[in-house]
């Protein structure tokens, strides 16, 4: 579905809806850690759910996977990357490296964005820009970066133009338990009293999942996905 309004300033934004259809056989689309991650599941409906948080985690790999941290492709959020080290990034390949680590452990961080900004009025916007451009989640979902919004830069939190929610199966879905077992042992205590040891994991034998993907076209200026 596509709409199309206007929002003045002579920018048209689009907006358009899309369904999407996904099946799961014999995996864990989404396990609940408050119930042994056992497949999320309405206890209402019995329907099979998806957070939102964990599609987008599964969008953010694919495009790890295949671009493989080429410079427009890489992404903000992932495992064992502390997010203040991605935003200096901006702030060395701006010159400001320095001032942004200084914000960064909270000191003066008001006087130093002044200094910034009487230096270079623009300062915002080129830091917003660099951090869409480099990364693919920031300009797809949008980012609240930290170091900006201490420093009370206006760039520290951008809005997305793609937004995801829940994913919900068709019909119920009846997660099944598998015992599994492993030959690999943990301890030497363990070793000289067994040679296996035993585990479970929850699987959803097949299910067909959907979910909406509302996508708003963003104006040129806003350097975002579009």
Avoid at 2 to 23: E, N, T
Avoid at 46 to 63: A, F, M, S
Avoid at 82 to 94: K, M, Q, V, W
Avoid at 124 to 146: N, P, Q
């Amino acid at each position: 579905r596509d709409r199309s309004p206007s929002r003045g300033l002579g920018d048209v934004y689009k907006r358009q809806d899309f369904v999407i259809l996904f099946d799961v056989e014999n995996g864990n689309p989404n396990g609940d850690p408050d119930a042994g991650n056992m497949p999320r599941v309405d206890p209402e409906t019995g329907n099979g759910i998806i957070t939102d948080v964990c599609l987008k985690r599964k969008i953010r790999n694919y495009v790890q996977d295949v671009k493989e941290d080429e410079s427009g492709w890489r992404i903000y959020i992932k495992d064992q990357v502390p997010l203040n080290r991605s935003d200096l990034e901006a702030g060395e390949a701006l010159g400001i490296g320095e001032e942004l680590a200084e914000i960064q452990k909270g000191k003066d961080a008001k006087k130093i964005v002044t200094k910034l900004r009487s230096n270079d009025p623009d300062i915002d916007l080129k830091l917003r820009d660099f951090m869409c451009s480099e990364f693919f989640d920031i300009r797809t979902f949008g980012a609240v970066m930290t170091t900006f919004v201490k420093g009370a830069l206006n760039c520290g939190q951008v809005r997305g133009p793609v937004q995801l929610g829940f994913a919900r199966s068709i019909d119920p879905i009846v997660p099944q338990e598998v015992t599994i077992t492993r030959t690999a042992i943990t301890t030497e205590s363990d070793a000289q009293n067994k040679t296996t040891e035993m585990g479970r994991k929850y699987v959803v034998p097949y299910g067909l999942y959907r979910t909406c993907l509302l996508y708003t076209s963003p104006s040129p200026r806003d350097g975002l996905l579009s």
